[in-house]
Nanobody
Framework: QVLLGESGGGVAQAGGSLRLSCRAS????????MGWFRQAPGKEREFVAA????????YYADSVKGRFTISRDNAKNTVYLQMNNLTPEDTAVYYC???????????????WGQGTQVTVSS
């Protein structure tokens, strides 16, 4: 069992930045691949970014590439999502998730946090 808890959401203006954190507890975090997903009202949950357990491989959705950065600190059992140059289209509930494989496929993730709201005003 891996328990995940996100924090850092809030309101930002377009062009601003936020950093999300996701702290894990329970079974070993260091060997889990971690991902961030988001879900806007009326839309399906979509992939944002993922990082392999070693931190050596990262994946990004095209819509956030160059603006968002995923990173992890295994000593703190925490994964981060640095979000820069935010746009109103980034408004969503953001979820972190853990998987046995490094992937953008939502169905491969078996542990999920409760989500944190990010709202970007124009």
């Amino acid at each position: 069992q891996v328990l995940l808890g996100e924090s850092g959401g809030g309101v930002a203006q377009a062009g601003g930045s936020l950093r999300l954190s996701c702290r894990a507890s329970g079974r070993a975090f260091g060997n889990r691949n971690m991902g961030w997903f988001r879900q806007a009202p009326g839309k399906e949950r979509e992939f944002v970014a993922a990082e392999s357990w070693s931190g050596g491989t990262t994946y990004y959705a095209d819509s956030v590439k160059g603006r968002f950065t995923i990173s992890r600190d295994n000593a703190k059992n925490t994964v981060y999502l640095q979000m820069n140059n935010l746009t109103p289209e980034d408004t969503a509930v953001y979820y972190c998730a853990a998987s046995a494989v490094a992937t953008a496929e939502l169905l491969e993730y078996d542990y999920w946090g409760q989500g944190t709201q990010v709202t970007v005003s124009s």
